[in-house]
């Protein structure tokens, strides 16, 4: 079992909609969780980052942790085609450096 | 924000040779750097960590005498493939660690050995 859990997708939804994403792990130590996008062929960018339990908004993003069920979330609002991406979930240790990462799912929306 | 300068974006080399990644955070100093490896459809598998002036850590499974990393200042951490085979074709990509920025990555280079 993978120590992050994410759904490959390919997730499709229509322009506007809000996408839903989420990742699962199983290791408790993990105090820092972070959302980024991948575009094909690019390095990651960071959407969000995030200490602990709680929510946090930014524009049409939407971070979301509960540690007591180990599974965070990520909601775009208003859904654009520039959206159509790879969204990875990663997280680290307090103590560590090391981020691990979900396998990412790929996102699409249609106009 | 902050900058990761990565090239090249892409190289084509010849079975064999060795060839330099250059990773550069332009303007902050990065005291940790990162470097991983895609495969197409996949999520970022840690290659290695370094810290500028020390030797790098690699993770297991990786040979730390074909990739070589080299962190000799703290805007500037480069990775070369020795003796590239078509296996080690791949998306490489390097990551920049600061207090206040968090983990920033670079653009990414696409290496193809035929």
């Known amino acids: 079992q993978k120590e992050v859990e994410q759904d490959p997708g390919p997730l499709s939804v229509p322009e506007g909609a809000i996408v839903s994403l989420n990742c699962t792990y199983s290791?408790?130590?993990?105090?820092?969780f972070m959302w980024y996008r991948q575009y094909s062929r690019k390095g990651p960018e960071l959407l969000m980052y995030?200490?602990?339990?709680g929510n946090k908004e930014d524009g049409r993003f939407t971070a979301q942790v509960d540690k007591s069920s180990k599974y965070i979330s990520l909601f775009i609002r208003d859904s654009q085609p520039s959206d159509s991406a790879t969204y990875l979930c990663?997280?680290?240790?307090?103590?560590?450096?090391?981020?691990?990462f979900g396998g990412g799912t790929r996102v699409l929306v249609k106009p | 924000g902050a900058v990761v300068s990565q090239h090249p974006s892409w190289v084509i080399c010849k079975s064999g040779t060795s060839v330099k990644i250059e990773c550069r955070s332009l303007d902050f100093q990065a005291t940790t750097m990162f470097w991983y490896r895609q495969f197409p459809k996949q999520s970022l598998m840690l290659m290695a960590t370094?810290?500028?002036?020390?030797?790098?850590?690699?993770e297991q499974g990786v040979e730390k005498d074909k990739f070589l990393i080299n962190h000799a200042s703290l805007t500037l951490s480069t990775l070369t493939v020795t003796s590239a085979h078509p296996e080690d074709s791949s998306f490489y990509i390097c990551s920049a660690s600061e207090v206040f920025y968090g983990y920033t990555f670079g653009s990414g280079t696409r290496l193809t050995v035929v």
């Open positions: 990663a997280m680290r240790e307090a103590a560590g450096n090391k981020l691990t």
């Open positions: 290791n408790s130590a993990f105090q820092y």
């Open positions: 995030t200490y602990s339990s």
């Open positions: 370094s810290n500028e002036g020390s030797k790098a850590t690699y």
